[in-house]
């Protein structure tokens, strides 16, 4: 990266709005990307026979960049999408989006029947790797965005004042339960092992302890989290705390690509906590997700977390590709009718891991497409958490549901309610018996 110029800075800003994109880019592809990202400057500005500049001719005004900016980042005007329809006016068939619940089945449409737009909203193809450069799984951009949020440095005495510090709370505080509900220690249980995937920076260390947890193995797709979570760890251990705990924490690109070694069914639960939605970018890796719970999972074991709702967030947008307030920004980044797979979207939570850039571009995920698939692997929808506690986080409208929304009732800014009311819990029960891919290695 040291080696490109100013001006070819000025056009990776333009072509990765707002941020450079990760070293392991060739610096032949960046270019190629920046000359294909003037030739649309110049069809724009003066008309599309001239002809455009090299990489390294003389950057553009400011006002032709805040122009070429707008061509390529403004979403169209007056645009309908099929969400407007009511949802009860959607038919109740293998391709229907549906309410959840132990008699609902059905999926969402997965045909590709985009209509054509004279002017295209920014998608992931335009904000992230081209689809014939990137690889199965996760992409670089995502890892990048990880990786930056892994080496900032934050005090426990800033985290509690920020303005995202109450949504923060209440989050921990059903990850908490959670934990305790689903692997915590009792007197007739040893050795209790957790795996998690996606754990991040090792934020729920404490909350592993206290459950009585004994062994703990993280995975993690930025090294800069997995780095952070191991220096966390062994500096509590320098602080005689964690004393009966043990932490693996170990960096993969593999989670929604392949299966995982060394799982042999041996955890008595796995937990994807906010991250099981990038899972459901495609149908492939939601299946490697899968197929690494079911692997790791003993018979009767539980996984579970937490998730956006895919219902919730076509809620808030109410029908308009872009939803604002103080606390959240969602935009709409998928064409014509959303899918049961890589309709994305960007959500920006203010002083949050999603706040850096332009956001995180995540993915909806509808309960009954999670039910199907889960289904294949053993997994058995858990409805009924038996916990009161749990009980009176959650809306009372989803007892027999999936999807159990987050219902907070001490926020003074409502607009953090807005961001809680999207995220809701799940849970499913392993049955081995069950499992058609108990024996495949994917």
């Known amino acids: 990266m040291e080696a490109l110029s100013s001006t070819d800075k000025q056009f990776l800003r333009l072509l990765y709005y707002p941020g450079i994109p990760p070293e392991d880019i060739k610096e032949s592809e960046i270019r190629d990307k920046a000359q294909r990202c003037l030739n649309r400057i110049c069809k724009r500005l003066v008309g599309a026979s001239t002809p455009a500049p090299s990489a390294s001719a003389k950057a553009p005004t400011r006002r032709q960049k805040r122009s070429a900016e707008e061509t390529l980042i403004e979403p169209p005007q007056n645009q309908q999408s099929s969400e407007q329809r009511d949802e009860k006016s959607i038919p109740s068939t293998a391709h229907a989006v549906t309410t959840s619940g132990p008699s609902s089945p059905a999926l969402p449409a997965t045909a590709n029947d985009a209509p054509?737009?004279?002017?295209?909203?920014?998608?992931?193809?335009?904000?992230?790797?081209?689809?014939?450069?990137?690889?199965?799984?996760?992409?670089?951009?995502?890892?990048?965005?990880?990786?930056?949020?892994?080496?900032?440095?934050?005090?426990?005495?800033?985290?509690?004042?920020?303005?995202?510090?109450?949504?923060k709370k209440f989050h921990n505080k059903v990850k908490r339960e959670m934990i305790n509900r689903f692997c915590r220690q009792t007197g007739q249980q040893r050795d209790l092992k957790l795996f998690d995937i996606?754990?991040?920076?090792?934020?729920?260390?404490?909350?592993?302890?206290?459950?009585?947890?004994?062994?703990?193995?993280?995975?993690d797709l930025s090294p800069a989290e997995i780095k952070e979570a191991k220096r966390r760890f062994e500096q509590n251990k320098r602080e005689?705390?964690?004393?009966?705990?043990?932490?693996?924490?170990?960096?993969?690109?593999?989670?929604?690509?392949?299966?995982?070694?060394?799982?042999?069914?041996q955890y008595d639960a796995v937990t994807i906590q906010f991250a099981c939605h990038y899972f459901f970018k495609t149908e492939q890796m939601l299946r490697s997700c899968l197929s690494n719970v079911a692997a790791a999972l003993r018979d009767g074991g539980y996984f579970f977390g937490c998730i956006p709702d895919g219902k919730a967030v076509l809620k808030t947008l109410n029908q308009k590709s872009v939803f604002e307030n103080s606390m959240l920004r969602l935009e709409r980044l998928w064409e014509g009718n959303y899918k049961a797979f890589g309709s994305s979207f960007i959500f920006k939570i203010r002083d949050t891991v999603t706040d850096g850039g332009q956001g995180s571009i995540e993915y909806l995920v509808f309960s009954s497409t999670f039910i199907h698939f889960a289904e294949?692997?053993?997994?058995?929808?858990v409805y009924d958490y038996s916990s009161t506690n749990l009980d009176h986080m959650f809306d009372p409208a989803d007892r027999g549901k999936l999807f159990k929304h987050f219902a907070p009732k001490?926020?003074?800014?409502?607009?953090?309610?807005?961001?809680?009311?999207?995220?809701?819990?799940?849970?499913?029960?392993?049955?081995q018996a069950k499992n058609k891919h108990r024996d495949r290695k994917v």
């Open 116 to 167: 054509t737009r004279r002017r295209k909203r920014p998608t992931e193809d335009t904000l992230l790797d081209p689809p014939q450069k990137r690889p199965v799984g996760f992409d670089s951009a995502m890892k990048f965005h990880y990786d930056s949020h892994g080496r900032q440095v934050q005090t426990l005495k800033q985290r509690a004042k920020g303005p995202s510090a109450p949504l």
């Open 198 to 219: 996606a754990c991040g920076r090792g934020g729920d260390l404490f909350k592993w302890d206290s459950a009585g947890i004994s062994y703990v193995r993280g995975v």
């Open 240 to 265: 005689g705390k964690h004393r009966w705990l043990n932490v693996d924490f170990e960096q993969s690109d593999h989670v929604g690509s392949s299966r995982l070694s060394g799982l042999a069914e």
């Open 376 to 381: 294949e692997y053993g997994l058995e929808p």
């Open 410 to 431: 001490d926020y003074e800014n409502r607009d953090l309610e807005v961001v809680s009311n999207i995220n809701s819990a799940f849970c499913f029960r392993m049955n």
